[in-house]
């Protein structure tokens, strides 16, 4: 399973930037999603997540901010971010879980939770 990250880059503040992950290898398996970022001299923290169903859930720092979604014909995730931040700087990731039926609705908040990871992508916000 390999997932690629892209769509980061350079973004004043007040910007927009849409984050792309492709996922390949997985075919023919339900997975929930989630984003994750790094930022210079802190620890990986959660960004949004989202369930096989669609369900979502962002954290307070970008709700109303940011949106993931997913097209699944195309096996691919977004995260689309508006009014970015400085503080928005950082490497972003994506990641994925591989979910059994029971699971479906779930959203895992969680980075142990994931199975695979991508490579992250750059966002840099200048002020």
């Known amino acids: 399973v390999q997932l690629q990250a892209s769509g980061g880059g350079l973004v004043q503040a007040g910007g927009s930037l849409r984050l792309s992950c492709v996922i390949s290898g997985l075919e023919g398996e339900s997975y929930a999603a989630g984003w994750f970022r790094q930022a210079p001299g802190r620890e990986r923290e959660g960004v949004s997540y989202?369930?096989?169903?669609?369900?979502?859930y962002s954290e307070d720092a970008v709700a109303g901010r940011f949106t993931i979604s997913r097209d699944n014909a195309k096996r691919t995730v977004y995260l689309e971010m508006n009014s970015l931040k400085p503080e928005d700087t950082a490497i972003y990731y994506c990641?994925?879980?591989?979910?059994?039926?029971?699971?479906?609705?779930?959203?895992?908040?969680?980075?142990?939770?994931?199975?695979?990871w991508g490579r992250g992508t750059q966002v840099t916000v200048s002020s």
């Open positions: 990641a994925i879980k591989r979910i059994a039926d029971g699971l479906i609705g779930r959203i895992f908040k969680y980075e142990s939770y994931y199975d695979f």
């Open positions: 989202m369930s096989v169903t669609g369900s979502t």
